[in-house]
């Protein structure tokens, strides 16, 4: 009687006991779960990438092969010189998919091609899926993003504007209207044009600039400069 009094009282009986219920928690919530729910159709967006990885070199932009462009549902529908490239909701009369089952796409010859290989079996069974619910196609939602009106002042959603070419005290400088607005933001630094040097001293000071070493052999100022 002790003994039992102390096993019902130890730590090792709490534990079983907590042990118990919380498995019975567990299935309780196991049994609550209802049951799956029926998977969702097969859309697009599972079909088109297989097409657009295994069948549109020869069936999209670059190659219509049979007159056949696979990239989009209409395309599809629309089909090539057969017709179109299946019918909805019966992948088994549907052309694209004799075409992969009896092998003749891609086209034997075309196998060792890079980049060109058979369609998976399972890349099969979701594309006979997709035809099979009817190759529903889901519209994407595009929300549109809010934009700060004040980002929209920003000078690249301006249209371009060719400015007035401003008027600058040392004009005799100017040879080209770029220089104009150059020689004006030199002159707000206090700073202007510095003296014109001979060729050989801009090529030096070019090559420094780009290169960080002195001219060689090769390099020269074969050109006139425009405007000069
Ligand atoms: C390497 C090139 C190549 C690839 C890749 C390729 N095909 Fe083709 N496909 C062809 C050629 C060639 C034809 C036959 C053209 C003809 O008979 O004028 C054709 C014809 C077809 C046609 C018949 C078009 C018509 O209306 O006559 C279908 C349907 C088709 N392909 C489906 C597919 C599918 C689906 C894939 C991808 C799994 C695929 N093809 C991948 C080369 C290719």
Same mark, same amino acid.
């Given at each position: 009687?002790r003994m ?8 090792e ?6 042990? %118990?219920r ?8 196991? *049994?609550a779960?209802?049951p ?7 859309t697009?967006?599972? %079909?088109?990438p297989?097409? @657009?990885?295994r069948?549109?070199m020869?069936h999209?932009?670059?190659? +219509? ?8 549902? &209409?395309? /599809?529908?629309? !089909? !090539?010189?057969? !017709? %179109? %490239?299946?019918v ?7 052309? /694209? ?10 086209p ?7 980049g ?5 079996? $399972?890349?099969?069974?979701? @594309? ?5 619910? !009817?190759a529903?196609?889901?519209? +994407?939602?595009?929300e549109p993003?809010? @934009? ?10 301006? /249209?371009?504007?060719r400015?007035?070419v ?8 100017v ?6 607005f150059?020689?004006? $933001?030199? &002159?707000?630094?206090? *700073?202007?044009y ?7 001293? *801009?090529?030096?000071r ?6 960080? *070493?002195?001219?060689n ?12």
């Amino acid at each position: 009687m002790r003994m039992a009094l102390k096993f019902l009282a130890s730590r090792e009986t709490f534990y079983w006991v907590m042990g %118990a219920r919380i498995h019975l928690h567990v299935w309780a919530l196991v *049994l609550a779960v209802p049951p799956v729910a029926m998977a969702d159709p097969t859309t697009q967006h599972e %079909a088109i990438p297989i097409l @657009l990885r295994r069948c549109v070199m020869c069936h999209g932009q670059d190659s +219509q092969q049979g007159g056949l462009d696979l990239r989009t549902k &209409a395309a /599809m529908i629309e !089909g !090539g010189k057969s !017709g %179109a %490239a299946f019918v909805s909701g019966k992948a088994d009369e549907s052309r /694209m998919i004799h075409r992969i089952e009896s092998r003749a796409c891609p086209p034997d010859e075309t196998i060792s091609m890079a980049g060109i290989e058979r369609v998976e079996a $399972k890349e099969l069974r979701t @594309l006979r899926d997709w035809i099979t619910a !009817g190759a529903p196609v889901v519209k +994407q939602k595009i929300e549109p993003v809010p @934009l700060d009106p004040q980002a929209r002042e920003h000078w690249s959603f301006k /249209m371009p504007r060719r400015p007035e070419v401003p008027q600058v005290k040392t004009q005799q400088s100017v040879r080209n209207p770029l220089d104009a607005f150059l020689l004006r $933001k030199l &002159a707000s630094n206090g *700073l202007q044009y510095s003296a014109e040097v001979d060729r050989l001293t *801009l090529l030096r000071r070019v090559t420094y600039d780009l290169t960080g *070493l002195p001219p060689n052999s090769e390099d020269s100022l074969g050109r006139e400069p425009h405007g000069v």
